[in-house]
């Protein structure tokens, strides 16, 4: 055994046990069948008599598969590249010429007599069969199936299960065999039997699927990038640790931790956690590892999720926090030279293993329809975890325990996809796409061994890159923000990648992310706007602390871990797994001034603008989000289509109501109501794409727009299980036809998109939407103006119909109304805290000044101002103050269409000019010149 440096004599880590393992799925969903369900072709029976009947044929292929039958033998169709699929041309299924010679062992095409259609280095399989004189069964759907003598097949069933032997982790073979057999699927009732469309309108969503390029390697930026931190080369196959570091680098993982104040700090942390749990017999964690270690008897619940320990004490855990718990004690065993724990920790791990192998073989059993996706078994056996549970703990163990490990990774993954994998290459851009690279992590850790699978791992790397492009936009900014750890799998799997050639750090949008965080984030760190669910938009440490490892001279990741992540608040990032230990990188003291970086911030592919007075914490900061990258119903999204949040001397003014778990609430974003009607109705349906206009930016401020009338006119359909259900009948659904949504979903009616339901089969359904709250016209200006005086102009122009209405514009923020002398009605000043305000707390003065009459209120967390009209023109001005400090006079001109704002050494007038489209623009004068103009 090699010697290890010891860090610490005393050990211990805080374990953040439970992953988040929920999603909202993409499509509409299915409720679960019974285990004992007729699933008709897809039935274990069904397959074999399949599988039986192709043992007496040459071969057989499908039209769009990537596998063939040689005498009832699965083979890829090309060996080097496992993407092609047999296509159709003129009519005729065409397979690569080499695996069509090798089906009937030949070198070469007959070249005389009849003619073989060949083409682009494709051949006709039923062409090549008759020239051989061999007798070819078609079916209309694309099956070819040759053999010596005539076939006769008239069993339906029999032919679709021939058909779904041809499925593969991401797309079926015939999506309408799973309608036919599925009784749920059946009871469900196709999605057009409950839409409206039209002939034209289902075209649009015709093949072919759209060809997605990803970004050449000649585009990445790959300046700064310190390639030490990946360690030296890959050792040979069955040398461990092998996934992110190898044997011989960890005396250099052990000096980064050293040479770390943070990495100090978390080891500091294991050491104390591990004491207090895992290594303390006493405790409920320490008893089940030394039942593990022991071999004693455990069992599983009936679901296979939890590990029960059969004793007082000891309550049922989800396997995923003892693998978790295990890789954790694995790693530092092995970076602190502890050969003792080391060892309990591979005796413990192979013993799990052991209880787990029924469950897997009981998982893997199951018809295909259920095991397609890496979710379906994850959860059962830790797999997030698992991977590299193994690849720490191999160390100490022995070959047969080695063996028995790997043989349950090598089940656990094979034939298995990840989130996201089951779409185009276009839909892999959420935070779950990320997370389940965690699949891609327990490939890895058996590289190279039996079990291993090469279409795993090049799906996921095809994904990483994917999520790079589309999960983060062109200015860096996440597609969703990073609830469930997501970016942290994202990094380790792309560590993984970097250490086997497949070098993607030099992105162009990941090399913007750390900067778009800093500038979406508040002056004071407090809030990163949340992306697409209901949770603190923010980076997790680790992600910051690799890329900073990585990029050791990125101020961006200088400025985060100093400023953001080690906030005056107190707040402390808790370690997980990997950066407790392996990037809890460094950082030098960073000004954001020194960031260079504008003050104005607008990125019209995530439709996020930001804008700030200054470079302090206690600047000026507002923000709004108005989607434009929607293009699937998703749960987990919120209506907040034009949503603003506002930050000035450190408070927040403006921001979202109630807890990040109250998102299918509606009334909790800072958005114009209609008679206390919103963008949704709290039920759960998701929000469409709307149009963000960009915003203009000048020294002296930055004005964005948005025409967010989509957000009101429909909701898109989220996860539906029953279409019975309230939700659905209440509305009349028809398909969406925004030509970007169309874009990125047309041709993909073969992927088996369904994620977090049984049976895991393909209830395709374009996106559809509902009309909901439709109005004439919906905009949204937020700008912030410069100066001496910094301020915030927000401007609202929403008309429902040519009636009359209560209008109700909400500012989301629980702050005290401050009485000010002086100040008329349609004025209103908020304060933080006690509303005795002492000289010098920060204030918020909000003025309505448009054209109609308002009445301004404050309470319930919340400031309404509200007017009854057939239209409303709202026009907010939001100035922070300090008690104390001078309040501006404020001069509205209803009919010239502005207002003037002056203070003894500023005057401001705005111009509000309305337009033909109904948006009113904004122009902003300082002592008669104007500074700023919107769109």
Not at 183 to 209: C, I, M
Not at 616 to 642: F, K, N
Request: with cysteine; net charge neutral; hydrophobic share 40%.
């Amino acid at each position: 055994m090699k010697s290890i440096p010891i860090i610490h004599a005393a050990v211990a880590l805080t374990l953040v046990f439970g992953l988040s393992i929920g999603g909202a799925g993409l499509r509409a969903q299915v409720p679960g069948v019974s285990k004992n369900g007729d699933l008709g072709a897809y039935s274990p029976e069904a397959t074999d008599a399949a599988k039986a009947r192709l043992k007496e044929t040459i071969v057989a292929v499908f039209a769009g598969g990537r596998y063939g039958f040689i005498k009832g033998q699965r083979v890829p169709l090309d060996p080097k590249d496992w993407w092609t699929e047999a296509v159709v041309i003129k009519d005729k299924v065409m397979v690569p010429k080499r695996f069509a010679l090798s089906a009937f062992g030949i070198k070469g095409l007959p070249w005389f007599g009849f003619r073989i259609l060949e083409k682009k280095g494709m051949v006709s399989i039923s062409d090549l069969a008759s020239r051989k004189g061999k007798k070819v069964f078609r079916d209309e759907r694309g099956l070819v199936i040759v053999t010596d003598k005539p076939m006769t097949l008239t069993d339906s069933e029999l032919i679709d299960s021939i058909v779904t032997l041809f499925d593969t982790p991401e797309k079926f073979a015939d999506p309408a065999v799973a309608w036919r057999n599925i009784p749920s699927l059946r009871a469900w009732g196709n999605w057009k039997e409950h839409v409206r469309f039209t002939a034209e309108q289902l075209a649009l969503y015709d093949g072919p699927e759209m060809d997605w390029s990803l970004i050449s390697k000649k585009d990445y930026d790959n300046d700064g990038f310190v390639t030490r931190p990946l360690g030296a080369a890959v050792p040979p196959a069955g040398v461990h640790p092998r996934v992110l570091f190898g044997p011989d680098d960890i005396p250099a993982v052990v000096q980064r931790v050293q040479s770390s104040s943070l990495g100090r700090a978390y080891w500091s942390e294991v050491v104390a956690s591990l004491n207090r749990t895992w290594l303390d017999p006493n405790s409920s964690d320490g008893a089940l590892f030394r039942r593990l270690c022991a071999g004693a008897p455990l069992e599983l619940d009936a679901e296979g999720r939890h590990l029960q320990g059969q004793m007082l004490g000891i309550p049922p855990v989800p396997v995923g926090q003892v693998t978790r718990g295990l890789s954790t004690i694995a790693l530092y065993s092995l970076l602190a030279g502890d050969s003792e724990v080391g060892r309990k920790a591979a005796i413990a791990t192979y013993n799990l293993c052991r209880l787990l192998v029924p469950r897997v073989d009981a998982c893997n059993r199951r018809p295909c329809v259920f095991n397609a996706h890496w979710c379906v078994i994850d959860p059962c056996i830790g797999g997030a975890n698992l991977g590299l549970c193994y690849d720490f703990a191999a160390w100490w163990m022995t070959d047969d325990e080695k063996s028995l490990v790997r043989g349950v990774i090598a089940k656990a993954i094979a034939g298995r996809c990840g989130y996201g994998q089951d779409g185009s290459l276009r839909a892999r851009d959420t935070s779950r796409v990320a997370q389940d690279l965690s699949l891609f992590l327990a490939d890895v850790a058996i590289e190279g061994e039996e079990g291993f699978d090469r279409e795993v791992y090049d799906r996921s790397v095809e994904t990483v890159k994917a999520f790079l492009q589309w999960g983060i936009s062109p200015a860096g900014t996440l597609y969703e923000s990073d609830t469930n750890g997501g970016m942290d799998t994202l990094m380790l799997s792309m560590i993984a990648m970097a250490r086997r050639g497949e070098n993607a750090f030099g992105h162009p949008h990941l090399r913007r992310l750390l900067r778009s965080q800093i500038q979406c984030a508040s002056p004071s760190g407090h809030l990163t706007p949340p992306r697409g669910s209901y949770a603190s938009g923010a980076l997790g440490i680790q992600t910051v602390g690799v890329l900073k490892t990585l990029y050791p001279n990125d101020a961006g990741a200088d400025f985060l871990l100093a400023h953001l992540y080690r906030a005056a608040d107190g707040r402390k990032p808790q370690p997980n797994l990997s950066h407790a230990f392996l990037y809890a990188a460094g950082w030098r003291r960073v000004a954001r001034i020194d960031l260079d970086l504008p003050l104005d911030f607008s990125d019209p592919s995530a439709g996020v603008f930001a804008s700030r007075s200054d470079n302090t914490a206690t600047a000026v900061w507002v923000s709004m989000q108005a989607r434009p990258d929607l293009y699937v119903g998703a749960a987990r999204a919120p209506h907040d289509a034009g949503s603003f949040y506002l930050e000035a001397d450190g408070v927040l003014w403006a921001g979202e109501q109630g807890s990040a778990q109250a998102g299918a609430t509606p009334g909790r974003q800072s958005i114009v109501f209609i008679d206390d009607v919103g963008q949704d109705d709290g039920t759960g349906l998701a929000p469409p794409r709307v149009h963000y206009l960009g915003a203009e930016v000048s020294e002296a401020g930055a004005i964005a727009s948005a025409d967010v009338r989509y957000a009101y006119d429909y909701v898109w359909a989220a996860p539906i299980a029953d279409w019975n259900e309230k939700r659905a009948t209440d509305h009349r659904w028809e398909i969406e036809t925004d030509p970007f949504v169309v874009q990125i979903l047309k041709g993909t009616q073969r992927y088996r998109i369904t994620y977090e339901a049984e049976p895991l089969s393909n209830p395709w359904v374009p996106t559809l939407r509902a009309e909901f709250n439709p109005v004439q016209f919906a905009f949204r200006s937020v700008g912030l103006i410069r100066g001496n005086h910094p301020y915030v102009v927000v401007v609202d122009d929403v008309r429902k119909d040519d009636r009359a209405h209560r209008y109700e514009w909400r500012m989301m923020g629980a702050h005290n109304t401050q009485r000010v002398p002086g100040l008329d009605e349609e004025v209103l000043v908020l304060a933080e805290g006690s509303a005795d305000a002492q000289r010098g707390t920060p204030m918020l003065l909000i003025s309505e000044v448009g054209p109609s009459t308002c009445k301004l209120d404050n309470s319930d967390g919340r400031t309404r101002v509200a007017t009854s009209a057939v239209e409303a023109r709202f026009r907010l001005l939001l100035i922070p103050f300090r008690w104390g400090a001078e309040i501006p006079t404020i001069v509205a001109d209803e009919e010239a269409g502005t207002v003037t704002l002056k203070w003894r050494d500023q005057t401001d007038t705005l111009e509000f000019t309305g337009g033909r489209d109904s948006r009113t623009r904004i122009s902003v004068l300082r002592d008669g010149k104007e500074i700023l103009k919107s769109k």
